[in-house]
Antibody
């Protein structure tokens, strides 16, 4: 059974940093691209970033480019999102999701950016 | 960037109704289109990929069609558990983009 479990969310002040983790199980983690997708309160889904499976190629949405860094540790089946220079508009539930198809999703981690 | 436009943004329907949601891409995306269902407070759930392929475990009342720029998601007979928000997403090119969502409500 595929499972994705996010952690690391919380309240942070504007300009601060936070690191999200996503622990994966039930599939060959290194074989798949992984995504971060976010959802602001009451809003729709917004793709944030993707990292390739074996080649580790990275892609970012324009609003987070230069502030967020996606990475992965295939030996620990874990995906990360380092978020720096956080802004109020980054407040959202952050989901990790498997593959370009987003065929499996975690339960989400709430990130609140507020003073 | 490829823009994904869903219509309608919301609809009211009764149990047993046949419901169709459309998704239009701003440029051709072949069949690189997925559909998701999201219930309040829950993570999205994958329903369909490659425009018309049903994800494992998804009931056959859900079906998808289309290619190029125009796509549809159909629910053949709406049941109480189907009241939710539905999103399309293209994975033809980066940035990956989602439609704005269609909220299906009880009439």
């Amino acid at each position: 059974e595929v499972q994705l479990l996010e952690s690391g969310g919380g309240l942070v002040q504007p300009g601060g940093s936070l690191r999200l983790s996503c622990a994966a199980s039930g599939f060959t983690f290194s074989s798949y691209a992984m995504n971060w997708v976010r959802q602001a309160p009451g809003k729709g889904l917004e793709w944030v970033s993707t990292i390739g499976g074996s080649d580790g190629a990275t892609f970012y949405a324009d609003p987070v480019k230069g502030r967020f860094t996606i990475s992965r540790d295939n030996s620990k089946n874990t995906l990360f999102l380092q978020m720096d220079s956080l802004r109020a508009e980054d407040t959202a539930v952050y989901y990790c999701a498997k593959s370009e198809l987003n065929d499996y999703w975690g339960q989400g981690a709430l990130v609140t950016v507020s003073s | 960037d490829i823009q994904m436009t869903q219509s309608p943004s919301s609809l009211s329907a009764s149990v047993g109704d046949r419901v169709t949601i459309t998704c239009r891409a701003s440029q051709g995306i072949s069949k690189y289109l997925a559909w998701f269902q999201q219930k309040p407070g829950k993570a999205p759930k994958s329903l369909i990929y490659a425009a018309s392929s049903l994800q494992s475990g998804v009931p056959s009342k859900f079906s998808g069609s289309g290619s190029g720029t125009d796509f549809t998601l159909t629910i053949s007979s709406l049941q109480p558990e189907d009241f939710a928000t539905y999103y399309c997403q293209q994975y033809y090119s980066y940035p990956l983009t989602f439609g704005g969502g269609t909220k299906v409500e009880i009439k």
